[in-house]
């Protein structure tokens, strides 16, 4: 059986074993205390005499032995240090000292890691129109009854799904939207919104444009993912920082220039691969598009436009109409976005040309 044994959960700052630090041998903790002093949750079955210490999403997983065994414990399941195992006293686990100590090292050691890694912390849903801004509308005709299609409503109720499954993902990341209501942010005050984010050094955001398609042919249907075109040239830097050279200046720009483009396409792709892989047959791909957007081109980030169906068409407006369809999409695109954070964190944050 698996319990839960301790819920406390206090941040842990880097640690540094200090040479001065002795292990007494018979030294030890009980649960209560180990937990406390690691900032940690624990799950141990009782079955296998196995657990597994949680620290700010590091997980390192042991087994218990005899008083004064040694063993392994496995950190994050790739690295492997040895301990003294935990041991069964009168019913209870004691923690001897040369476990506690080599674990709240390298719990340390990871976090302090974690600090300097390069990571995305933020993103942010833009669900397009609203308010006073419809967007693009639809009238059908469908089964007898009249079908109205708005885009503003559509985007919102993707937004917002989008929102709910990223934010239980990333607990750790600020997921934000440019409007959680029949609100008419303008596209000013969304590009507005993603600068005034506070980003450390090692920290990136992404920007996720969510709207729907109209057209004057009503044939037209099937969803398509936009990034930035490569061709359109944006300021990025800040040139004060350069004032004793404009050409650094001009060559650092064109290189975060370069970036972002890489960035962005590998954002659509994730994003359109994962729209094929849910949506199945259901509603055509139109693949990647490069278009000069306002809210790409002005938002100073890696940035996509998702257009998620023509609402003028009488098929995609009936898929967009149906709330398990929308789930669909926001569960596709939120594991494009995943995929992308995988890759941007795991390659510390280099994504390939």
């Given at each position: ?30 649960t ?10 624990l ?13 700010q ?48 090292y ?18 942010i849903?833009?669900p ?93 249907r ?16 800040d ?15 064109d ?17 359109l ?81």
């Amino acid at each position: 059986m698996i319990r839960r044994i301790c819920l406390l959960i206090i941040p842990l700052l880097a640690m540094q074993v200090s040479s001065g630090l002795s292990a007494q041998q018979g030294a030890s903790r009980s649960t209560e205390e180990i937990c406390r002093e690691l900032g940690a949750q624990l799950r141990w079955d009782s079955f296998f005499r196995s657990g597994v210490f949680t620290v700010q999403g590091h997980r390192l997983a042991f087994y218990s032995g005899a008083s004064g065994e040694r063993g392994p414990a496995l950190m994050d399941g790739r690295e492997i240090i040895s301990v003294a195992l935990p041991y069964l006293e009168n019913g209870n686990l004691r923690f001897p000292e040369n476990f506690v100590t080599p674990v709240k090292y390298t719990f340390g050691r990871y976090l302090e890691e974690d600090v300097t890694r390069f990571r995305i912390a933020a993103v942010i849903i833009d669900p397009g129109h609203g308010g006073k801004d419809p967007g693009a509308v639809g009238n059908h005709t469908v089964g007898g009854k009249s079908l109205k299609s708005v885009e503003k409503d559509i985007t919102l109720d993707v937004g917002k799904s989008l929102y709910s499954l990223l934010s239980s993902a990333y607990p750790d990341k600020r997921i934000l939207m440019t409007r959680d209501g029949d609100t008419y942010p303008s596209l000013e005050d969304r590009v507005a919104a993603a600068h005034s984010v506070t980003l450390k050094d090692n920290e990136a955001i992404i920007y996720v444009s969510v709207h729907a398609n109209a057209s004057l042919n009503k044939s037209a249907r099937g969803y398509e993912v936009w990034y930035l075109s490569p061709e359109y040239r944006r300021t990025l830097v800040d040139k004060e920082k350069f004032t004793d050279s404009a050409e650094v200046a001009h060559i650092f720009n064109d290189m975060l220039e370069e970036e972002f483009t890489r960035e962005s396409i590998t954002i659509a792709r994730f994003i359109l691969n994962r729209f094929t892989e849910t949506l199945g047959s259901a509603i055509p791909s139109r693949g990647l598009k490069a278009e000069n957007w306002y809210v790409v081109r002005n938002a100073r980030m890696p940035s996509i436009l998702v257009e998620l169906g023509f609402v003028t068409n009488q098929e995609d407006a009936r898929l967009m109409a149906d709330s398990a369809y929308l789930k669909k999409f926001s569960e596709a695109l939120y594991k494009g976005i995943a995929d992308f954070i995988e890759e941007f964190e795991s390659s510390g944050g280099y994504i390939a040309p």
